[in-house]
């Protein structure tokens, strides 16, 4: 059974710095894209970044570069967030997401953006930055 869990979520202030994690289960990394996506009060739902389970690449919007850090561990079974330098309108609810690789075509952010290149979700967990 696949799963995703996700945790780290808190109560932060501006400018302040928090790790995120994503448990997997159920399935080997080797041949899925895994996502984190936020999704703020009232506003629909946003890519944030995504590493690849082959061979580790990574993928960031250009609005999320150069505050996140996606990375996974050394067992392949756990995907973090590093968040750096908060700001409040990075309050959401943080999502991670598996997808299986799709099309020879396709690259990393066709799966981050397209919205349909995850097939698995976990249930969030929020990020609150406020002071």
């Known amino acids: 059974q696949v799963q995703l869990v996700e945790s780290g979520g808190g109560l932060v202030q501006p400018g302040d710095s928090l790790r995120l994690s994503c448990a997997v289960s159920g399935f080997t990394l080797d041949n899925y894209v895994i996502g984190w996506f936020r999704q703020a009060l009232g506003k629909g739902r946003e890519g944030v970044s995504c590493?690849?389970?082959?061979?580790?690449?990574?993928y960031y919007p250009d609005s999320m570069k150069g505050r996140f850090i996606i990375s996974r561990d050394n067992a392949e079974t756990t995907v973090y967030l590093q968040m750096n330098s908060l700001k409040p309108e990075d309050t959401a609810v943080y999502l991670c997401?598996?997808?299986?690789?799709?099309?020879?075509?396709?690259?990393?952010?066709?799966?981050?953006?397209?919205?349909?290149?995850?097939?698995?979700w976990g249930k969030g967990t929020l990020v609150t930055v406020s002071s």
């Open positions: 997401a598996a997808g299986r690789k799709k099309f020879a075509n396709w690259y990393l952010r066709d799966y981050l953006l397209s919205g349909y290149g995850m097939d698995y």
């Open positions: 590493i690849s389970g082959s061979d580790n690449s990574t």
